[in-house]
């Protein structure tokens, strides 16, 4: 099913108990991937994200796969995140970082940009659009969920550049993150020198008002995602621009090779709802891909505007609850004449919200059934099920691939039974959905990340609240 890099174990061994590792690409090309880290003008905190890109097949020999995570920092900021007490995480991120290392990815750093002169297959999504013709790359934005980074998502953004995509894996700089590397000019060396510094990852206290703290993270979030894309313009212009991350790699290779009119963006749980803060504010992104949404930071009024471009939710089985689905109800649309909704959820069944992750491939089952982090559906499975439904849709809505404008079972529903761990829908049992004005001072129980809850006002549409923070 999947055609791996020619050394198809590089990237399984080692790593956290042997676990099983990331399941190959499914795409022609193999991948590389690079880390940027960019301070605009004016700014303090910068940009910083992974790039992921397809490259030629010979890059395996000479180029080393990328850690899963590339400081012990952010292990202790996973480990924060979890049910342990927080004087002791910093002790399980050295421990584990220290003596087992860090899992490697399905991407080269720092392998060359494909060159398409040496790859006789061509990226495979351009066999019957003019983006063959020009050698131009369509590009895609992730965003991470709460306590995620910008090496969360190897499996989904590998895949994706595999089939010719560039991929930008933004870690975002509100304290959302596990942890989040900065640069900061060292005094007196006039910006010559940079040491490191941590943003860390932001705690709610206990009774705290959890809307408007993620409202403004949401809104930090759409910041990100924008300056990434601009980022990108920069590279397609071949702009030259400092990289703070110091990795030697050369960005000219970008330059004239993105189609910046094909620009996707896409997130998981709190990067569900940034997609759609994104979208909603730059209409540079042309269509949106929402992964287990978490829709409690949106504010009621973007309901009321809604969302002009295509949008797709896929939930797993597992994690989503009534309030949330039905904020998202309130932006899907009817099927037009030719039986396509431009915003419409889809449910994988047996799935919980780690399965869009890396985390259930970098951990034994039982490592992963003490963490209830096991699924009921074959997790590699899973992951092929959910970049096979991405991948049908950015051709529809993103690429416009004609062989995609007719019936797509798998998008459309016309076919029962073509794969029975789909549900068009959800699985929860939700009644009508209104936008009126009889929800308005509804009084919500929230859960907060201490176990304890209370009772808060919140507007209607913010209402969904994540029963668990760290795995939004």
């Not at 050369?250 to 330059?255: A, E, G, H, L, R």
């Not at 449910?347 to 399965?355: A, S, V």
């Not at 073509?418 to 929800?439: E, K, M, P, Q, Y």
Request: with cysteine; hydrophobic share 35%; net charge negative.
């Amino acid at each position: 099913m999947a055609q791996a890099a020619p050394d198809d174990e590089g990237w399984k061994h080692g790593g956290w108990l042997r676990g099983q590792g990331i399941p190959a690409p499914s795409g022609p090309h193999a991948v590389g991937c690079v880390d940027v880290m960019h301070l605009f003008e004016g700014e303090t905190l910068g940009l910083l994200a992974r790039l992921f890109y397809p490259t030629d097949r010979d890059s395996a020999a000479r180029y080393p796969y990328a850690d899963f995570c590339p400081h012990e920092n952010y292990l202790k900021g996973y480990f924060s995140l979890r049910d342990w007490k927080l004087p002791i995480s910093g002790f399980l991120g050295h421990l584990v970082f220290t003596s087992l290392g860090s899992p490697k990815v399905p991407a080269l750093y720092g392998a060359p940009f494909l060159n398409h002169s040496s790859d006789h297959q061509g990226p495979k999504f351009e066999r019957e659009s003019e983006l063959k013709q020009k050698g131009l790359h369509p590009v895609v934005l992730l965003s991470h969920g709460l306590g995620g980074m910008r090496t969360t998502y190897n499996g989904i953004c590998s895949d994706l550049a595999s089939h010719g995509y560039v991929v930008a894996s933004v870690e975002h700089r509100d304290n959302s993150a596990c942890a989040s590397l900065r640069r900061v000019p060292v005094l007196g060396t006039h910006g010559k020198q940079y040491e490191d510094a941590w943003l860390e990852y932001y705690h709610l206290s206990p009774g705290e008002n959890e809307f408007p703290v993620r409202h403004r993270q949401v809104l930090q979030r759409s910041r990100d995602v924008r300056k990434a894309l601009d980022l990108l313009a920069l590279l397609n212009e071949g702009t030259e621009f400092q990289n703070l991350m110091g990795n030697g790699f050369d960005f000219s290779q970008f330059k004239g090779k993105l189609c910046l009119e094909k620009a996707a963006l896409m997130g998981h749980s709190f990067g569900g709802a940034t997609t759609i803060m994104g979208m909603t504010e730059d209409l540079r992104f042309k269509c949106g891909i929402a992964l287990d949404c978490w829709m409690l930071p949106i504010h009621r009024d973007l309901y009321d505007r809604g969302v002009s471009q295509p949008l797709l939710f896929i939930n797993s089985y597992e994690f989503q609850w009534e309030e949330n689905v039905r904020s998202m109800m309130k932006l899907t649309k009817p099927p037009d004449e030719n039986g396509h909704s431009t915003c419409q959820i889809l449910t994988i069944r047996g799935t919980n919200h780690y399965n869009q992750t890396d985390i259930p491939f970098l951990f034994p089952t039982f490592v992963l059934s003490l963490l209830k982090m096991q699924s009921e559906i074959n997790q590699t499975a899973a992951h092929y099920l959910n970049q096979e439904l991405c991948s049908l849709f950015l051709r529809r809505y993103l690429l416009r691939d004609p062989d995609m404008q007719g019936s797509v079972p798998n998008l459309d529903g016309c076919a029962p039974g073509h794969s029975i761990s789909l549900i068009f829908g959800t699985n929860l049992h939700i009644g009508s959905v209104a936008n009126d004005d009889n929800d308005d001072d509804v009084s919500n129980n929230v859960e907060h990340e201490d176990g304890t809850s209370s009772s808060m006002q919140m507007p209607p549409t913010a209402a969904s609240v994540d029963p668990d923070p760290s795995q939004a």
